[in-house]
């Protein structure tokens, strides 16, 4: 017995590795995005589609576009239930970048990215694309649940 702890241990790891796996749901996330056509001074409607969210639940919810700087926040947002929500976006003469990554945040759910949710064509792009530095929202929200984070791409 004295030679064999360590398989025992091993073997004890394991089972506790697959219990925790699937005792632990996971954090939520966003499953995919439909928008429309991307056309300057005008508003995008993003219809959003979560994993394991409760948008529904949420006072604080807000959206966001991200280049590789700056971040555009949603003028409005519409719930549909707990899984879907409609962002709504007035987009700037230009953007800043190649994609645009879908930013979430709330009180229930925490932050969940979807990162390259939008291709933006080269005709639009505009360094000067972004908002100010104090545009960002208050980032001392807390999710109020434990889980393994959401990867969208799991390869």
């Known amino acids: 017995m004295s030679k064999s702890w360590w398989k025992i241990l091993g073997a004890l790891l394991v089972v506790y590795s697959a219990i925790a796996g699937l005792y632990f749901p996971l954090k939520p996330g966003i499953e995919s995005i439909t928008y429309g056509k991307l056309d300057p001074n005008q508003k995008l409607t993003v219809d959003v589609h979560g994993y394991n969210t409760r948008f529904d639940q949420d006072q604080q919810l807000a959206f966001y576009l991200q280049d590789h700087k700056q971040l555009l926040k949603a003028d409005s947002i519409v719930v549909v239930n707990a899984s879907e929500a409609k962002a709504i ?67």
Do not use: C, W
């Not at 976006?89 to 953007?95: K, Q, R, V």
């Not at 979430?104 to 291709?119: H, S």
């Open 89 to 155: 976006f007035s987009l700037p003469e230009a953007f800043g970048g190649n994609t645009l990554h879908l930013l979430g945040l709330g009180n229930k759910d925490g932050l969940f990215v979807l990162t390259e949710a939008i291709i933006v064509d080269q005709a639009m792009v505009n360094p000067s694309f972004g908002l100010r530095k104090d545009a960002l929202p208050n980032q001392n929200l807390k999710a109020d649940f434990f889980g393994f984070p959401y990867q969208h791409n799991l390869y």
